[in-house]
């Protein structure tokens, strides 16, 4: 079963309409990619599904009941399944905050361990460095210390550490070196395949989405105008704005 089916969302910024009537089923397992101009609501559609900003209508389901129903203490406990992936992990980290406390972070706000328990914490601070190709010796570095990269991998093993099913990644690479941003997508490519993830995969960048992304949704003014494996949207686009975006390509 897919574990996240959105049906119908709408969202309003006080009387501008970010997304209107939207529905689509996130299947299980896959990288599911949305592209579309700057603006027309991929970040606000990919925090809706979170909950990280309020739809005003429509349903979210996951794992077979509607999100959206429930209250702060359930969303709560729901939250360790679902996490997001920043596109500027610089602005997303505590610069008061080493890598290793970044990393604990989400285990002690969802009371995964306490804070008195440093051997257990440690641990899984070390596995989760690991995991992400993060060398110990960064374990009390800040933020400002670190590359763009590195600092990257900070918010994947935070996103990852509470173990979730779902990722959203909001135009993870966008804001890093182009150098660094093929290791950074081989890693989450890596891990999606390691632990069975499901990615929402929020980007500008086509030719990230052709070779990653299982299907890609193209939006355009708050909606949904077209849904594709990579190979059928780039062969044979249907949407006049999925033409248009695909034919200004550069030519390598
Ligand atoms: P980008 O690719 O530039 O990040 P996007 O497709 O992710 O764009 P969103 O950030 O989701 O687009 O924004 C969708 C629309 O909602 C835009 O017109 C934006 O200006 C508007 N918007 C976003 N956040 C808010 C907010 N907090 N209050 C009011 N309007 C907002």
Redesign the pocket.
């Known amino acids: 079963m897919d574990k996240f089916n959105v049906e119908n969302l709408d969202l309003y ?2 009387q ?1 309409k ?1 997304l209107k009537d939207v529905s689509i089923k996130i299947p299980d397992h896959e990288i599911t990619a949305f592209i ?10 990919g ?1 809706a599904i979170l909950r990280l ?1 309020e739809p005003t209508g429509g349903k979210v389901i996951f794992d077979g009941e509607n999100i959206l129903e429930y209250d702060k203490q359930k969303m709560k406990q729901k939250r360790s399944d679902m996490q997001i992936i920043f ?1 500027d992990p610089y602005s997303s980290l505590n610069p008061r905050m080493t890598v290793s406390q970044s990393i604990a972070a989400p285990l002690l706000i969802q009371g995964v361990y306490k804070a008195n328990e440093k051997d257990k914490i440690q641990k899984k601070v070390d596995e989760m460095m690991d995991l992400v190709g993060l060398a110990k010796r960064f374990a009390n570095s800040y933020p400002h210390e670190l590359d763009g990269g590195r600092r990257q991998r900070i918010g994947i093993a935070r996103a990852l550490s509470l173990n979730p099913k779902f990722i959203v990644c ?2 993870p690479v966008s804001a890093l070196d182009v150098s660094i941003q093929a290791q950074v997508l081989n890693l989450m490519q890596d891990l999606q395949e390691k632990l069975g993830l499901t990615y929402l995969f ?1 980007t ?1 960048n086509l030719s990230v989405v052709k070779h990653l992304s299982n299907r890609i949704m193209v ?1 355009y003014l ?1 909606q949904m105008v077209e849904l594709a494996e990579p190979k059928e949207l780039f062969s044979n686009p249907q949407h006049p704005y999925t033409k248009a975006l695909l034919s200004a390509i550069p030519i390598p």
């Not at 579309?36 to 559609?45: A, D, I, N, V």
């Open positions: 910024y006080g501008f970010a579309g101009p700057s603006g027309c609501g991929k970040s606000t559609l925090r900003h596109q909001d135009e929020i500008h939006m708050g």
